[in-house]
């Protein structure tokens, strides 16, 4: 039976896709797979499998969404097993969603298959855990592009109010903004805040400071990157494991420690 799989490929670390979603490249006669993936996935693809760079970037879109919805309902109804592989989880500002949608409305049938979404793991990564009994008992995953922050006077407000750990994907650009609104909004001045960038890659670098000083401790840190705001954050100064790991493995590995 033709099948669609729409795949979190989870967050770099080639380790940490799902055993399932694993399989599901392993059989798949198509993949079609996206910009943040770690590309190394592709090697476990059948030697006659047909692979697809659907090429994603801020600002760029190599294929446009509807033509990788067209190209998911293409595959599929010619008979073929096909992944669909997302970087994350790909019901986490993955747009996973609107594929889901595009082949439920041709009846093709589908299965989703999650993957440790960057918001989750970059942190662990960089030696913060979102939750802590002392700290922290709520995390929200926010984008920093969201139509909503735009259209809502009181969306950070309420964000703000209600959240201990704010991980904000899609925000590098937009961090002098994002500090001013967190600031404006309530947030202490030094509230602590870090920047994630590659998290669980050998070029992961992380970047800790205060809403008041982090965009010009940051200004070198560019996409991808995951934006952690919240009192989580200094447990990194006893917590950080992964880049002390790479340091010993290879000296020449960049540690900046904020
Ligand atoms: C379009 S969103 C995709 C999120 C993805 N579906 C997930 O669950 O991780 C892209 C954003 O995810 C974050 N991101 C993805 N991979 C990352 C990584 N390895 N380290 C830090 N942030 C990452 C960045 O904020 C980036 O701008």
Redesign the pocket.
Known sequence: MTKVYIVGAG??DLDLITVKGLKAIQQSDVILYDR?INQELLDEAKEEAELIYCGKRPDHHALTQPTINGLLCKYALQGKTVTRL?????F???RGGEEAEALAKRNIQYEIVP?I???VA?PAYAGIPVTHRDFSSSVAFISGVSKLGEDQADYWKSVVRSMDTLCI???VKKLPDICAQLIGNGCAPDKPIAL??????EQQQTVAGTLENIVEKAKDIE????IVVGEVVKLRDQLQWFEQIALEEDPRVKQVVG
């Open positions: 967050p770099g943040l997302k970087g994350g989880d790909p986490i500002f993955g993957g979404s960057s918001g970059a994907y899609m925000g994630v960038q590659w998290g669980t890659t996409n991808p990157a995951m």
